[in-house]
C-alpha cells in the first residue's frame, strides 16, 4: 500500500523548543517537498530535495532545517527561530520529470503554545 | 511577481454544476494542477493541463487559455462529498508550484 506518511498528526510545543517533523514515503519517488499552509493562503515552499544528501531552500526557509539521509525520509526541523510556527505542515513527493505530479501526506498541525 | 487568483468562496446546490476559475501570472508556464482538499486533510490531485483546451475526467473537467492565463475546474452532479477548497496551481519556469489560495466550495442540499 504506497503511500506518503506524516506523524504525528497534531503537535504542540512551547515556545523556543524545536521539534521534528516526519515525513515517509514508499512510492520510491526522488523528489520530496516540504510547505506550510495558513488560512486564506497558499501553500508556500519550505525546502525541498531532489537526491539524497541534497536539499534546496524554498521561498520561506528561515526557521527551519531539513536533512535527506535516505530516499524515503525528509524530516523538517522547526526551530526556536522560526517567528510564527503554528501553521498546517504538509509533505509532498513526486518523480524526477518535468512537470511531475505532487502527492501529499495527511499533513501535521503545529500549534506553539 | 507571481500572482494566482481564485474566488474565496462559492455555494451551489446538489446535483447542479458549479465552475471554478483560476487566473494566473507567473514567470513562465509549464503546466497547470487542479487539487482538491477536504478540511484538515491533504490535498489530493485532481487534474493536469499543459496545452489549450478541456479535459475530461468522470464529473469533472479542467480547462486551459494560455494566452489569457485562464483556467476553470468544472464539476458536474454535484455530491454533497465535493464540499471541500480546490486548489490551482501553476508550474513555473524552474518547475516549481506557485499555488492559489484556494476556493472554499459549499455544497447545499
Known amino acids: 500500500d504506497g503511500g506518503i506518511t506524516q506523524s504525528p498528526k497534531y503537535l504542540f510545543r512551547k515556545e523556543g523548543q524545536n521539534v521534528t517533523l516526519s515525513c515517509e514515503q514508499n512510492l520510491n519517488h526522488d523528489a520530496m517537498y516540504w510547505y506550510r499552509q495558513d488560512p486564506g493562503q497558499g501553500l508556500r515552499l519550505i525546502y525541498y530535495?531532489?537526491?539524497?544528501?541534497?536539499?534546496q531552500k524554498g521561498d520561506i526557509a528561515e526557521g527551519y532545517s531539513v536533512s535527506r539521509e535516505k530516499k524515503e525520509s525528509f524530516p523538517l526541523t522547526v526551530t526556536s527561530a522560526q517567528k510564527n510556527p503554528t501553521a498546517f505542515y504538509l509533505c509532498?513527493?513526486?518523480?524526477?520529470?518535468?512537470?511531475?505530479?505532487?502527492?501529499f501526506g495527511p499533513g501535521t498541525r503545529l500549534t506553539v503554545l | 511577481g507571481q500572482n494566482i487568483d481564485q474566488p474565496t468562496e462559492m455555494t451551489a446546490t446538489e446535483g447542479a454544476i458549479v465552475q471554478i476559475n483560476c487566473t494566473y501570472q507567473?514567470?513562465?508556464?509549464?503546466?497547470l494542477f487542479w487539487y482538491q482538499q477536504h478540511a484538515g486533510e491533504a490535498p489530493t490531485f485532481l487534474s493536469y493541463n499543459v496545452l489549450d483546451g478541456l479535459e475530461e475526467k468522470g464529473r469533472f473537467s479542467s480547462f486551459l487559455s494560455r494566452s489569457k492565463g485562464y483556467s476553470y475546474l468544472l464539476l458536474k452532479e454535484l455530491q454533497m462529498k465535493d464540499s471541500a477548497s480546490y486548489l490551482c496551481a501553476v508550474m513555473d519556469s524552474n518547475y516549481q508550484l506557485i499555488w492559489g489560495a484556494g476556493t472554499k466550495l459549499i455544497i447545499k442540499p
Open positions: 530535495s531532489q537526491i539524497v544528501n541534497d536539499f
Open positions: 507567473t514567470s513562465g508556464f509549464n503546466g
Open positions: 509532498a513527493s513526486s518523480g524526477l520529470a518535468d512537470a511531475d505530479t505532487q502527492y
